[in-house]
Structure formats: C-alpha cells, structure tokens
C-alpha cells in the first residue's frame, strides 16, 4: 500500500518531461521525427504479432488444455513458410527505400528546398549564413552578414533558412540542436555544414553530443526562435550592448574555461572563422592552407623557402592556441615533477641489517 501511495505522484513528476526529439520546431528535426515514427511503426507489425502470439501459443497449448491438438508428424506449411519469409522480407524492402530517399533529403549539405510541409522555398529568399566554432568548452556563432557574433546564444528567425558553417578549435565535437535538426560533427581543420529552418518561435536548449573532457556537461547553449520584427530587435541589442571580437578576444576565447555565460559582441573581425579552421589564430602561426599551397608547390618541383614551414601530418598538427603537450613516455624525470605517482614510496624504518625476531616482520609469530 505504502508503494502505491510513493508511485502515486510518478505521472505527474513525467508531465514535466519534454521529449524535444519528438516535439520539434525545425522542418528538419520534424522530417527526422517522422522517419523515427514510421521506422518504429513498420517494425512493430511484426513485435505485436510475435508477442501476442507468444501469449496465445502458451495459452492454448497448456497442459491443462483437453482440446489441444497434438501433430507428431508435422514438418511443413507452405502458408506459413510465405508468412515468415514475405514479412520480414517486406519490411526490409520499406525500411531500405525509406533510408534511401532520407538519405539524400535530408543531407545536411543540401540547400533546403522547403520551409515547412507544403511551403516551398521562395527563389529570392537568402539564407542567414552562421559560423560556428566548437571549443573548449562553449559554443561561438559569428554572423558575418550581420556583423555580431555570440557565445553561447544561437537566435535565428523562424521561417527563414539557415545555413551553418561548422568547425571546432582542438576536439572532435557535435552540433546538436534536437528541435532544430541532428547531430552534424564539429572537427578541427574540416568544415561541416548544416541546412536548417526554425518553423516556431520560442526557446530550446542545443548541446555537444560527444564527450570531450572536463567540461562537457556544461557544453550548451540556448536556441531561441524570433519572429522577424523580434530577431530585428535581437540584432539592434546585440550591437548596441555587446563588445567587440578581434584576433586578441578570440584568442583568450579559444582558451579551455567552463560553464561561461552568454556572451554578445557588437562587432567581429573579418576572417576569424577560417582562422579558427586553418588553425592560425595565435599570432605568428602560419596558416594551414598556405602550408598546404606551398606543399603542393614543392611537389610540382619549386622547392620551399629557406625556413618556411611545411604542413604537419594529422597527429603531429599543433593544437590552436599554443604548443603541442609534450608526451610523459618523453619527459626526462626533472620534467615530470612530484606527486604521489612518480615519488618514491614513504618508509617507516631506515633501511639496516636482518631482524628477524622483529614485530614489523609478516611472518613473525
């Protein structure tokens, strides 16, 4: 009784939960939505007919049933062999199509050609471009066609597509706005892309959806939708109340730092974002796309200038800010420092001669 009465509460502690896979407010994240509701559908005409079955089989075929029929000889059933086989076979067919189409429809390098179900995509509507850098551990969006840019704040008017550029700083990370559209990686070096519409206007949540060290869990940021008058006045505030985002900013911004709170910038600086992908945001560092340039000048047979640095193989890139960790295996001991892993164990006695009628021997009796 008293367990009942603890279980009482449960639905109404439940109503508070939001499914934001399934309740979304992107034309993307709905068509994702609805491929997961049909997947699940087509498979469970064959889960609910297997478990009810399972239950009639055992129910019928009881001992204690007098009117069971029992077939020794019975080895074959041409109906039944069809009914196995064409099932399964039936819905692998649906499911392999339906992966096919979805596949290339919803790619996420694919400009949209809808804004919601049955509205096409005017021809002289321009999409609204943001450049997104993954670090360590927030979120920047720079808007180069308005100017402004923001940490861990991604607004975007609804009904307007919009077309992410993605890169991140030092790790492997995930993009992931679940009313939005998928997971889409964030890599340092590559660019990714991701084309998306927000249909509602309102407040979501986005995340990184891979783990990335200390600070994950507080890798978020908060995804708003505005109507377009809104998004105006959210644009006007930013560049009336925000600071400014030059190489400096950026580089004290690449630095690790956790739970940082949203962050407004009036004004950017042309070009941060293919810095943070060519990897030369910390003054004095070359760009990777100029060592690459001159790489594939040396293999046309120009040799390099005396001095100019050649592009690093994939491990041994530096990391963005910074140089490259030295390994432990490499450190010489004076390098390593002290701790309780590389100092040598505490001893109670000094080291001297045999006692072996001693207490502190195991053995001792």
């Known amino acids: 009784m008293k367990r009942a009465f603890a279980l009482a509460p449960l639905p109404l502690w439940l109503g508070g939960c939001d499914m934001v896979v399934m309740n979304p407010t992107g034309d993307i994240a709905l068509q994702q939505r609805n491929l997961i509701l049909f997947s699940v559908g087509v498979m469970l005409l064959i889960i609910v007919p297997v478990m009810v079955l399972t239950v009639l089989f055992a129910w019928r075929y ?3 049933n007098a009117n ?6 019975f080895d074959h059933s041409t109906k039944l062999e069809l009914v196995i086989w064409s099932c399964p076979l039936l819905i692998i067919i649906a499911l392999s199509a339906v992966t096919w189409t979805s596949t290339h429809l919803l790619d996420p390098f694919r400009p949209l050609e809808r804004l919601a179900p049955g509205v096409p995509v005017p021809p002289d509507m321009k999409p609204l471009n943001v450049q997104v850098v993954a670090l360590d551990w927030k979120w920047l969006f720079i808007y180069p066609d308005l100017g402004i840019a923001t940490v861990n704040e991604l607004a ?5 597509p919009v077309r992410f550029a993605i890169t991140s700083s ?3 990370n ?6 939005l559209a998928g997971m889409i990686y964030a890599m340092p070096t590559m660019r990714s892309e991701l084309n998306a519409v927000l249909n509602k206007a309102g407040e979501s949540w986005g995340y990184s959806g891979n783990y990335t060290g200390r600070g994950y869990s507080g890798m978020r940021f908060k995804l708003r939708g505005f109507e377009a008058a809104d998004f105006d006045r959210w644009v006007a505030e930013v560049k009336s109340g925000g600071g400014s985002l030059a190489l400096p900013n950026l580089v004290e911004l690449v630095k690790p730092s956790e739970r940082v709170p949203v962050i407004r910038f009036a004004s950017v600086e042309e070009g941060l974002f293919d810095r943070a992908l060519n990897r030369c945001v910390e003054p004095g560092k070359p760009c990777m796309v100029d060592l690459m340039r001159r790489d594939m000048e040396a293999d046309r047979g120009h040799a390099h200038p005396h001095g100019v640095p050649t ?3 994939g491990r ?4 963005l800010v910074g140089s490259k960790p030295k390994p432990a295996l490499d450190k010489a001991p004076e390098e390593k420092g002290s701790g309780p892993n590389v100092t040598a164990p505490a001893q109670s006695d000094p080291p001297g001669a045999l006692e072996p009628g001693s207490a ?6």
Do not use: C, I, W
């Open 156 to 160: 975007l008017p609804v009904n307007v």
């Open 360 to 365: 502190h021997n195991r053995d001792h009796q």
């Open 62 to 64: 009881r001992r204690g």
């Open 311 to 313: 592009m690093p193989p």
């Open 170 to 172: 030092d790790q492997f």
């Open 174 to 179: 995930t993009f992931y706005a679940p009313t």
């Open 316 to 319: 041994s890139a530096e990391p």
């Open 68 to 73: 069971k029929v029992y077939d020794p000889d």
